[in-house]
């Protein structure tokens, strides 16, 4: 009797059902676009559940600060535009195609904001990382013991620190990251 050789082999097996998986997450995300002010309260409640463990389980400090710097990285890259102004300005480039820049004079033409990260993906990778970081609070291998004041003390500075840099940043070169008072121009009647 000859053993007939199966279609598929387990590594493509496995290979499909990762892709199958793929596929479902990303129309998941696909449908949830739409929905911002969800997400990101679906995003705060898991933070907030996050940092009920962190207090009551009296541990894990420093995936907490982990996170927090990591959150704070996330929000800068938000914060800032996808064409930095100082860069082309400092490096002096003679062609000029680092592309869009911001205007600078008031008869220049106007150059939307362009995000670094956009928003979409500022909210995936921060619901990622607080998913991340409530995972590991449940493993004692990520229980280092840490005088955690001195990683509050040390993260507010350093938050304070960076929002004046990227605020002075903000004010030198004249661009606003949020449409809030922003005039909006609709259909004429």
């Not at 000859?2 to 279609?7: F, K, V, Y």
């Not at 996330?74 to 914060?79: R, S, V």
């Not at 106007?110 to 993906?121: D, G, M, Q």
């Not at 990683?151 to 507010?156: A, D, E, N, P």
Request: hydrophobic letters at 45%.
């Amino acid at each position: 009797m000859d053993a007939q050789e199966p279609d598929q082999t387990p590594f493509s097996a496995v290979q499909a059902q990762t892709s199958k998986l793929g596929r479902q997450y990303q129309a998941y995300l696909d449908k949830s676009t739409p929905y911002t002010a969800y997400r990101w309260m679906g995003t705060g409640a898991l933070l907030i559940i996050f940092f009920l463990r962190i207090i009551f389980a009296e541990g894990w400090y420093i995936v907490a600060y982990t996170l927090g710097i990591y959150l704070l990285n996330l929000f800068l890259a938000f914060l800032q535009p996808k064409f930095d102004p100082s860069l082309t300005q400092d490096e002096g480039l003679e062609d000029g195609d680092a592309g869009p820049s911001l205007p600078s004079k008031q008869d220049e033409e106007f150059r939307p904001f362009i995000r670094r990260l956009p928003e979409f993906k500022f909210w995936h990778a921060a619901t990622r990382a607080v998913a991340i970081g409530f995972l590991c609070s449940w493993f004692e291998v990520f229980n280092v013991p840490v005088f955690w004041p001195v990683l509050v003390v040390y993260w507010i500075i350093l938050f304070a620190l960076t929002m004046r840099r990227q605020i002075q940043h903000m004010i030198k070169y004249r661009y606003v990251p949020f449409s809030m008072g922003k005039t909006r121009y609709g259909p004429k009647n």
